[in-house]
T-cell receptor, first 111, second 114 residues
């Protein structure tokens, strides 16, 4: 089936650790996005990429990093510089000027 | 799963009634709008979209209305069912910014009473 897959579904991070969230799509979409969602808020844009080997910061990029080496993959690393990383992370992909398709999310918790 | 949007505005309706969910946007250059439905612990699902050259679009049991003059978007759900209970987000994008990332509103929780 075509779609967008995020893994893992649940992730626990210790203080000071970097963790990487996976996002893979087989929809042949050029653009991919990472959003963060906290309770009581909508989705906030972390990073986005409109083409392979290129990406831009979104509204809340501090403490995060990404790469886009392949069209299908857009991993997000939550670094130790992110002081409040506990949240629900959503990856999406999109063809230009059409709706974005979302993965099922990764819930990250700091322990 | 854990709820998202614990402090969201809530719309409570009876099963079979029509629901109207509203959204205000601020960017007058926005030219593409989408409504998403999000169930607890899951990613958002596409419901319906509309472009700025239209003011109304209908789908199955859903209608989106766009008023560019007052920068307002609404989602109407006919004959609301218990399965419609979820959080609903509007999203917008603009070719003008060059960014083309979707910007999301804060969401509305719809509760359908049987």
């Amino acid at each position: 089936d075509g779609g967008i897959t995020q893994s893992p579904k649940y992730l626990f991070r210790k203080e000071g650790q970097n963790v990487t969230l996976s996002c893979e799509q087989n929809l042949n979409h050029d653009a991919m996005y990472w959003y963060r969602q906290d309770p009581g808020q909508g989705l906030r844009l972390i990073y986005y990429s409109q083409i392979v080997n290129d990406f831009q910061k979104g509204d809340i990029a501090e403490g995060y990093s990404v790469s886009r080496e392949k069209k299908e993959s857009f991993p997000l690393t939550v670094t130790s510089a992110q002081k409040n990383p506990t949240a629900f992370y959503l990856c999406a992909s999109r063809m230009m000027e059409a709706e974005a398709f979302f993965g099922q999310g990764t819930r990250l918790t700091v322990v | 799963g854990e709820s998202v949007g614990l402090h969201l505005p809530t719309l409570s309706v009876q099963e079979g009634d029509n629901s109207i969910i509203n959204c205000a946007y601020s960017n007058s250059a926005s030219d593409y709008f989408i409504w998403y439905k999000q169930e607890s612990g899951k990613g958002p699902q596409f419901i319906i979209d509309i472009r700025s050259n239209m003011d109304k679009r209908q789908g199955q049991r859903v209608t989106v209305l766009l008023n560019k003059t007052v920068k307002h978007l609404s989602l109407q759900i006919a004959a609301t069912q218990p399965g419609d209970s979820a959080v609903y987000f509007c999203a917008e994008s603009s070719m003008d910014t060059g960014r083309r990332a979707l910007t999301f509103g804060s969401g509305t929780r719809l509760q359908v009473q049987p």
